[in-house]
């Protein structure tokens, strides 16, 4: 019995020494993560565009995410055939920025029948059948100009301003809100009768800023007593410079636009410019694929993301380079 006993513990243990042996089956290879593909739609690829396409593709690229970006060359018509063929690659989302905020309103529906999310920038359609717009609206533009000369004032309990103002697409939904969103701000100055706009002109009538030249050469002439221009733009704003420059009133005119091109933050570091407002297209671009990331995950997001411009004086305008603020 004992040696029965003996033949079944020694056949016992060859057993498990012959399983340790054997290799055990290897769990199935994870399958590698499905690469992402986003089309990009731009209305224009110029330097500010440039800059938030390539916040995008840094994400993008951090991301294992794959773009398709096609610049639409300011052409309506251009872009609404760029969408069909972007769509005909099957992307999983979509990035439009419209250059036509009507003529685009067919290319939202046809991108939200292809089942996909989309993310609008730098304007946004009428058709809001888009998920989501990320940029800054242009009540802000307007709301930063009037913050800014309300801060003036307030500094400066002594002066008052006799304003010029340099519109742009005279009566388009941009000029309207540009110049509402000022008053908005300044109001309580223009009924202290400390703020004052004596002239006003469309900078852009002849389709470049030679108008603006010649409407601020003509007010530094026609209104001696204007210490103040406002540009709906910082070309517009960059073009009356010139003009105050060549009068010799410069230091004595505050000289004020918005969007944070190169040419206003140099006028602003030589101390001939007052202001502009930076409109951060790197954190737009970079918002934008987030925003549409969260989208393509399920996630739910706000309709419209709104990222004001910042305000640059000469204070700050040295963190300033290529639309980019750095601390």
């Known amino acids: 019995m004992k040696r029965l006993t003996l033949i079944i513990v020694l056949v016992m243990c060859a057993s498990l020494a012959l399983a340790a042996c054997v290799p055990a089956a290897s769990a199935p290879s994870a399958e590698p993560a499905k690469k992402l593909k986003v089309a990009v739609s731009i209305n224009t690829y110029n330097n500010f565009h440039k800059v938030l396409y390539e916040a995008i593709q840094k994400y993008a690229d951090a991301n294992n995410i794959e773009l398709q970006m096609v610049d639409a060359q300011g052409k309506a018509d251009k872009q609404l055939t760029d969408v069909e063929n972007l769509l005909a690659s099957k ?23 292809a089942g996909i999310p989309l993310v609008e920038s730098s304007t946004f359609t009428k058709n809001e059948n888009f998920d ?25 309990p002594e002066a008052n301003l006799k304003c010029g103002y340099l519109r742009i697409l005279l009566g388009s939904p941009l000029d ?32 470049d800023y030679s108008s603006s030249l010649s409407s601020a050469e003509d007010w530094m002439q026609a209104h001696p007593e204007m210490n103040c221009i406002i540009g709906q733009n ?20 505050l000289v004020i636009g918005c969007d944070g091109e190169d040419p206003a933050i140099s006028a602003i570091k030589d101390g001939n410019m007052s202001m502009t407002g930076l409109m951060q297209p790197a954190v737009w671009g970079d918002t934008a694929i987030k925003t549409l990331v969260d989208l393509m995950n399920g996630k739910k997001v706000e309709k419209f993301i709104l990222i ?13 380079s290529n639309f980019t603020y750095s601390e």
């Not at 000022?182 to 469309?202: H, N, P, S, T």
């Not at 910082?234 to 005119?253: M, S």
């Not at 411009?309 to 963190?319: D, Q, R, V």
């Open 91 to 113: 992307p999983n989302g979509f990035i439009l920025l419209p250059a036509d905020a009507t003529a685009l309103g067919t290319a939202v529906d046809e991108i939200k029948k």
């Open 132 to 156: 989501a717009f990320v940029g800054a609206n242009d009540t802000m533009v307007g709301n930063i100009q009037g913050e800014y000369i309300s801060s003036y004032l307030e500094k400066n």
């Open 176 to 207: 309207k809100a540009r110049y509402e969103g000022l008053i908005e701000k300044v109001q309580k100055y223009i009924d202290a009768k400390r703020f004052e706009i004596i002239a006003d002109r469309d900078g852009l009538a002849t389709g």
């Open 234 to 253: 910082d070309g517009t704003a960059v073009a009356a410079l010139q003009a105050v420059i060549a009068a010799k009133r410069n230091g004595k005119v």
């Open 308 to 320: 004001p411009p910042k305000i640059i004086t000469s204070e700050n305008a040295g963190h300033v």
